[in-house]
């Protein structure tokens, strides 16, 4: 432990320190006087400030929650004698919020990333600490620091513990309830309905019984009526392969909101309903650098995505490698490219672009950026966000144009409303294509 | 708050009682007193420490100021030195209470009763030392050196104390 002086420290010295010099300066004992009992206390406070033999060891390891959760670090603290009250520090970096110390002596809330615990008996005694995952992200707590105050108020032990322990906060998946359906199903069992015909649940079709046919697909009220025997023809279940395409060139923000969380989240809620229905997820984060996760399926592919997602970040850099950086097994043909962009970056616009260009089946939920915008305050200004406005109207005509499902998302309305609305387009689509 | 308005009163008072006590160098102590309290009274306010520590200097400074040219031993130093150490432990106490010192902000603050006995102590002690410098003594030249022997070894524990690890 290290003892550290108090604010009443520095004063008591500097004031005794002045009464005894200014004393023998002037030639006045009255000086003396004064300055000899803070000068006293402070010898007196050295005395009795001890350290009480305290140890801290926390628990290390890595701890998973999702945010809006609380994680728990346990530190056993070990005392020699009674030490009365202690205060633990712990200082995660922002998106961790330290929320409360309990012991054996109550729960107390944390206030600027201390509390306050009693230790009221020599031994051993386990602390739980609380942290609220307010914002996704991998946040490490590298020490925790024990302070006892002296029974003056004059020094205090300082107790820094190294800890090593990391608490991973995964996104808040935006809650998906219907999922886009892809044009194309691929040969892995799923819950898709194929549109093609095969050995499944769902009834397609009639035709005459060839040799060979399982006579227990005979329709026996069809054949009922004389004509021959005819089987049932099925639709096959099947899975699809999806790949999110989050686009992190650019974002807007409003306080501490950026559209990118927003973008993490819905992706995250994506993933999560998509490998529940066994689609195959693939994840392309267009960004610099360009990352990107082969299609897999399971809950490990979920928390590859996850980890995956967490490392996005915004970053402007006018290098560039484009979307031939992208490997082909990661945008396997036939896959269901779900777009989660505020399409504020050319870069991204000509990509979403190019990939339709390539045949892909592009949908789009365009997180708009309006709503980050704050509000004209002049005639000027009115009109250059008219203008802007009728030029992002226009990228959306021409995406809708070619097929792509461009959809506004207002990140203050649920995801499944945008995800609605490009499901009718898609489906209004195909009816227009047939 | 109601410790840092009580230590800054009583401060005021002391600084005003400083003040009207000089006798040829009275003007100086006063102004010296006046500047010094707006000093702790600013580092209170704004809770800078530094400041508080300065203006409580100051004020012990501006004491001794008011004594030079007073031929006689004043006994209400005695009393001084616990006024202003109950002033000086408020306004410290004041940051703790307002969660301004890291570290310090969750100590518990004193009751009245620890407050008071710190106050004894501190009149007994400075009692003791105006009563010893009223004591005549023989061998003046012993006493110097061990007066001198005494600050030297106060001095060297000062300095262990803010170079010590531990």
Known sequence: MTRVPGPRAGLFAVVGITGLVGGLAVGRPELVAIGAPFLLLLGLAHVLAGDHGLAAVPESGVLRIIEGQSAQITVTLTTAAPAGRLEIRAAPPSGLVFVTATAAGGIDPAHNGAATIGLPAAGSHRVQLDFYGSHWGTYPIHEIEVFRAGPLGVFGHRLVVPCDTSVTVYPRPATVRRLLRPVETHLGFGDLVSRHTGTGLEYADLREMQPGDDPRLINWKAAARGRGYWVNVRHPERNSDIVLFVDTLAEARRGVEALLDFAVRAAAGLARSHLGRHDRIGLVTFGEPVRWLLPGMGDVQRYRVLDTLMQSRTRRQMYWRGIDAIPRRALPPQALVVGLSPLLDDRSVHAFADLRGRGFDVAVVELAPEHFVAPAVDAVEASARRIWMLQRDAIRRTFRRHGVAVVPWNPDEPFETALAEVEVFRRNAQRARA | ?166
């Open chain 2, 1 to 166: 708050l109601i410790e840092a308005v009580a230590g800054l009163l009583i401060a005021a008072g002391t600084a005003a009682w400083i003040g009207g006590t000089g006798a040829d160098l009275g003007p100086v102590a006063a102004a010296v007193a006046a500047v010094t309290w707006a000093l702790l009274a600013l580092g209170t306010g704004f809770a800078v420490p530094a400041l508080m520590t300065l203006g409580a200097a100051g004020l012990v400074g501006a004491y001794g100021l008011s004594r030079i040219g007073h031929s006689g031993l004043d006994a209400g130093a005695a009393v001084l030195a616990v006024v202003l150490l109950v002033a000086f432990d408020l306004v410290i106490g004041s940051l703790e209470a307002r969660r301004r010192v890291p570290g310090w902000s969750r100590r518990r603050r004193d009751d009245w009763t620890r407050l008071s006995l710190r106050a004894a102590a501190a009149g007994t002690v400075a009692a003791a030392v105006l009563f010893t410098a009223t004591v005549p003594l023989q061998h003046g030249i012993f006493v110097q050196a061990a007066g001198a022997a005494a600050a030297a070894g106060l001095l060297a524990f000062l300095v262990a104390l803010r170079r010590s690890p531990d």
